[in-house]
């Protein structure tokens, strides 16, 4: 078996924090420090100003496969990138990108905005590492997929900024790399568009290219990675599959980012976990439009807590808000919560259409109205169907037809017995 | 060797990035005929300028003996000078004004500056068509020196290039020096026979400009473009030599530092 296409072998990057001054003023009393012999201090020790921004990160990518990589702002997920694309150098480690590396971070940043699009398309392609003759060849389909059309020979300055990006991403998308890198390049465009997009990276999946995917669109990564990781001031604090990776970072309450776990500060009882059960009563991720879903919160109640209800909203990938059911709304006394135990929400048909959706579970306090506890977003399922409805829900129905032609022919033939 | 063999590496690399290296040079062209009403007139506009102020003062007010006549000797001085000149300012300032590339998009840093000197270049193959309608107007004829051009051409090339990698590079770290270039090259001009025969200025001060390696490379070409014979071999080859080694030692410390330019931008 071959070497994965992208080694990250034990990789460490320090950043300095503050300003660093550019200035000769500044130079002279350094070099005087460093010329009386207070040396420079060695690589792996960290001087106040300085911080590990990458701690210690490991990961293979190989072929076929596609990880994603999830975490806070400011988590170390672009620098992960920016190492990988060698933009940047490891202090410490290795890391190792065999091929050419399509990296889709910021598509248009070698635009210039007194060039035509033309002129650009061929300066970008050619930053990106594309032939001349290979961009001339894909000329007119960059210039489709991207949807410029006939401003094409306009200066770039005069483009909308959707345009300048869709440009950026069209050149990007018909590099044939051999590894790709993306950075949260989804957001740019249109709804039809991202489409494009995301059909474009499925095309390169298949065709088994390698992909590294940031990005905080958590069902875009439940959807087409393999794999993800995620990562947290600079190291990875989990690796694994996408849905368990997703529930990973959705209940960590982490420090960068603003809380998403909103509960209250002592509680008397609080969810331990939630599993999400297939008709098998297995823990699954993939549910099919129809099938039974079991979601069963697991509890810790150290003081015993009577009038708690139990709330589970489910979320399409995209925001829109499917269902959100309430034990105290379908009058279902939980009676008293003690200790350990598990509450499980049966749903029989599951009738959601294929996407990615996410389960929040939160558990209330009816007298007072706050919550105990809750996991928001916290667990992805996917639903596989080969149904072809459109929208969000499944709707179970049966069509009938009756031809009214008979009456009618009755009533010609009735009308046609007065003449006679 | 090893230090060879990283130079093997280092020109294979631009070898694999020369259409990048193309269309960097291209973009700089197709901005500078876009982005001005004169476009390659320019190329020929500031030495003819320049050329036209030094021809009253060294003709009528301080007259001076030059091989041949003063004008010719001035522009062709100012020919190269402004190619070896203007590509140093371009590539002081190439790697900083790029700096959205330099962060986002990774090829070898060392294609900045030497894009900016292939524009000089150009702009040099463009002002040489007056320099011959001045050597017909002056009845200069070509002799069988010029085939030595394009050795003096890539010695001089050496030399920009090298200088312009290094400036490039310290101005990434220290902001100041674009504004010590300004001066610094004015001084320069001024040591080195664009004007005035540097020969002419005797004593210590002779001997030291003597030293400085525009004034061989600049000789060189009014050698064999304007006196038809070739440059004096001893002085010409020591030049070399230290455009050679210029070029080795700035693109060695180029290369190795390039890997940083990210964070320091």
Same mark, same amino acid.
């Given at each position: 078996?071959?070497?994965?296409?992208?080694?990250?072998?034990?990789?460490?990057?320090?950043f300095?924090?503050?300003?660093?001054?550019?200035?000769?003023?500044?130079?002279?009393?350094?070099?005087?420090?460093?010329?009386?012999?207070?040396?420079?201090?060695?690589?792996?020790?960290?001087?106040?100003?300085?911080?590990?921004?990458v701690?210690?990160?490991?990961?293979?990518?190989?072929?076929?496969?596609?990880?994603?990589?999830?975490?806070?702002n400011?988590?170390?997920?672009?620098?992960?990138?920016?190492?990988?694309?060698?933009i940047?150098?490891?202090?410490?480690?290795?890391?190792?990108?065999?091929?050419?590396?399509?990296?889709?971070?910021?598509?248009?940043?070698g635009?210039h905005?007194?060039l035509?699009?033309?002129?650009?398309?061929?300066?970008?392609?050619?930053?990106?590492?594309?032939?001349?003759a290979?961009?001339?060849?894909?000329?007119?389909e960059?210039?489709?997929?991207?949807?410029?059309?006939?401003?094409i020979?306009?200066?770039?300055?005069?483009?909308?900024?959707?345009?300048?990006?869709?440009?950026?991403?069209?050149?990007?998308?018909?590099?044939?790399?051999?590894?790709?890198?993306?950075?949260?390049?989804?957001?740019?465009?249109d709804?039809?568009f991202?489409?494009?997009?995301?059909?474009r990276?499925?095309?390169?999946?298949?065709r088994?290219?390698?992909?590294?995917?940031i990005?905080?669109?958590?069902?875009?990564?439940?959807?087409?990675?393999?794999?993800?990781?995620?990562?947290?001031?600079?190291?990875?604090?989990? +690796?694994?599959?996408?849905?368990a990776?997703?529930?990973e970072?959705?209940?960590?309450?982490?420090?960068?980012?603003?809380?998403?776990?909103?509960a209250?500060?002592?509680?008397?009882?609080?969810?331990?976990?939630?599993?999400?059960?297939?008709?098998?009563?297995?823990?699954?991720?993939?549910?099919?439009?129809?099938?039974?879903?079991r979601?069963r919160v697991?509890?810790?109640?150290?003081?015993?807590?009577?009038?708690?209800?139990?709330?589970?909203?489910?979320?399409?990938? +995209?925001?829109?808000?499917?269902?959100?059911?309430?034990?105290?709304?379908?009058?279902?006394?939980?009676?008293i919560?003690?200790?350990?135990?598990?509450?499980?929400?049966?749903?029989?048909?599951?009738?959601?259409?294929?996407?990615?959706y996410?389960i929040?579970?939160?558990?209330?306090d009816?007298?007072?109205?706050?919550t105990?506890?809750?996991?928001?977003?916290?667990? %992805?399922?996917?639903?596989?169907?080969?149904r072809? +409805?459109?929208?969000?829900?499944?709707?179970?129905r049966?069509?009938?037809?009756?031809?009214?032609a008979?009456?009618?022919?009755?009533?010609?033939l009735?009308?046609?017995?007065?003449?006679? | 060797m090893t230090?060879?063999?990283?130079?093997?590496e280092?020109?294979?690399?631009?070898?694999?990035?020369?259409?990048?290296?193309?269309q960097?040079?291209?973009?700089?062209?197709?901005?500078?005929?876009k982005?001005?009403?004169?476009?390659?007139?320019?190329?020929?506009?500031m030495?003819?300028?320049?050329?036209?102020?030094?021809?009253?003062?060294?003709?009528?007010?301080?007259?001076?003996?030059t091989p041949?006549?003063y004008?010719?000797?001035?522009?062709?001085?100012?020919?190269?000078?402004?190619?070896?000149?203007?590509?140093?300012?371009?590539?002081?300032?190439?790697?900083?004004?790029?700096?959205?590339?330099?962060?986002?998009?990774y090829?070898?840093?060392?294609?900045?500056?030497f894009?900016?000197?292939?524009?000089?270049?150009?702009?040099?193959?463009?002002?040489?068509?007056?320099?011959?309608?001045?050597?017909?107007?002056?009845?200069?004829?070509?002799?069988?020196?010029?085939?030595?051009?394009?050795?003096?051409?890539?010695?001089?090339?050496?030399?920009t290039?090298?200088?312009?990698?290094?400036?490039?590079?310290?101005?990434?770290?220290?902001? +100041?020096?674009?504004?010590?270039?300004?001066?610094?090259?004015?001084?320069?001009?001024?040591?080195?026979?664009?004007?005035?025969?540097?020969?002419?200025?005797?004593?210590?001060?002779?001997q030291?400009?003597?030293?400085?390696?525009?004034?061989?490379?600049?000789?060189?070409?009014?050698?064999?473009?304007?006196?038809?014979?070739? %440059?004096?071999?001893?002085?010409?080859?020591?030049?070399a030599?230290?455009?050679?080694?210029?070029l080795?030692?700035?693109?060695?410390?180029f290369?190795?530092?390039?890997?940083a330019?990210?964070e320091?931008?």
């Open positions: 078996m071959s070497r994965p296409a992208v080694v990250f072998d034990g990789v460490w990057k320090k300095r924090r503050g300003e660093r001054h550019d200035s000769l003023r500044d130079l002279i009393p350094a070099a005087t420090a460093r010329l009386l012999g207070r040396s420079r201090p060695s690589r792996d020790d960290l001087t106040e100003k300085e911080f590990w921004a701690h210690d990160v490991s990961f293979e990518v190989g072929a076929g496969e596609a990880l994603g990589i999830i975490g806070p400011g988590a170390g997920k672009s620098t992960i990138l920016k190492l990988l694309c060698r940047l150098r490891p202090t410490r480690g290795a890391c190792e990108v065999r091929g050419r590396a399509g990296a889709l971070i910021e598509v248009a940043a635009f905005p007194d035509t699009g033309r002129e650009n398309v061929f300066l970008q392609g050619a930053i990106m590492g594309m032939k001349r290979e961009i001339a060849r894909k000329f007119d960059i210039v489709q997929f991207a949807g410029v059309g006939e401003f020979d306009t200066p770039v300055k005069r483009y909308s900024s959707g345009m300048n990006a869709r440009l950026g991403f069209a050149i990007a998308a018909h590099l044939d790399p051999d590894v790709l890198l993306i950075d949260e390049v989804l957001s740019v465009g709804a039809a991202q489409d494009r997009c995301v059909a990276m499925r095309e390169l999946i298949a088994g290219i390698p992909i590294v995917f990005s905080h669109n958590l069902p875009a990564i439940l959807e087409l990675c393999s794999r993800a990781i995620v990562v947290d001031h600079g190291t990875v604090k989990f +690796d694994g599959s996408p849905a990776a997703i529930q970072y959705q209940l960590v309450p982490w420090t960068t980012a603003a809380g998403t776990n909103t209250v500060s002592v509680a008397p009882i609080r969810i331990a976990r939630t599993e999400l059960l297939n008709h098998r009563d297995e823990s699954s991720a993939v549910f099919q439009t129809g099938g039974a879903l979601v697991k509890y810790e109640a150290p003081e015993p807590v009577r009038s708690a209800s139990i709330t589970i909203d489910i979320h399409r990938g +995209d925001g829109v808000y499917c269902a959100g059911v309430n034990s105290l709304m379908d009058k279902y006394d939980l009676g919560l003690s200790g350990t135990g598990h509450v499980d929400l049966m749903i029989p048909r599951l009738n959601l259409l294929p996407g990615c996410l929040s579970v939160g558990i209330l009816n007298t007072v109205g706050r105990y506890d809750l996991h928001n977003r916290a667990y %992805p399922f996917s639903i596989m169907s080969d072809r +409805d459109l929208g969000v829900i499944y709707l179970e049966e069509w009938t037809h009756q031809t009214h008979a009456a009618a022919t009755r009533r010609n009735v009308a046609a017995g007065k003449d006679e | 230090l060879i063999a990283q130079f093997n280092m020109i294979l690399e631009q070898v694999e990035y020369r259409e990048l290296l193309y960097m040079t291209l973009r700089d062209l197709l901005l500078r005929y982005q001005t009403v004169m476009g390659f007139g320019w190329a020929i506009f030495p003819l300028v320049n050329t036209a102020i030094f021809s009253v003062i060294f003709t009528r007010v301080a007259r001076i003996e041949v006549p004008p010719l000797f001035a522009f062709c001085g100012f020919l190269f000078w402004n190619f070896f000149a203007s590509s140093l300012r371009f590539s002081v300032l190439s790697l900083t004004s790029n700096s959205n590339l330099v962060t986002k998009v090829f070898p840093r060392e294609i900045f500056p894009s900016a000197v292939l524009v000089c270049l150009v702009d040099l193959a463009v002002g040489s068509i007056l320099l011959a309608g001045l050597m017909f107007y002056y009845g200069i004829a070509i002799s069988p020196a010029l085939f030595f051009l394009p050795v003096v051409l890539a010695v001089l090339l050496a030399f290039a090298g200088l312009a990698l290094l400036l490039a590079m310290s101005n990434l770290y220290y902001r +100041d020096i674009k504004y010590l270039f300004e001066v610094g090259i004015t001084v320069w001009m001024f040591s080195t026979s664009v004007v005035y025969p540097v020969e002419s200025v005797g004593g210590r001060l002779g030291l400009l003597a030293l400085n390696p525009m004034t061989q490379l600049i000789e060189a070409c009014r050698s064999v473009m304007l006196y038809g014979r070739l %440059p004096a071999a001893g002085p010409f080859t020591a030049a030599v230290v455009s050679i080694l210029v080795f030692a700035g693109w060695q410390i290369h190795r530092a390039e890997f330019f990210a320091n931008v």
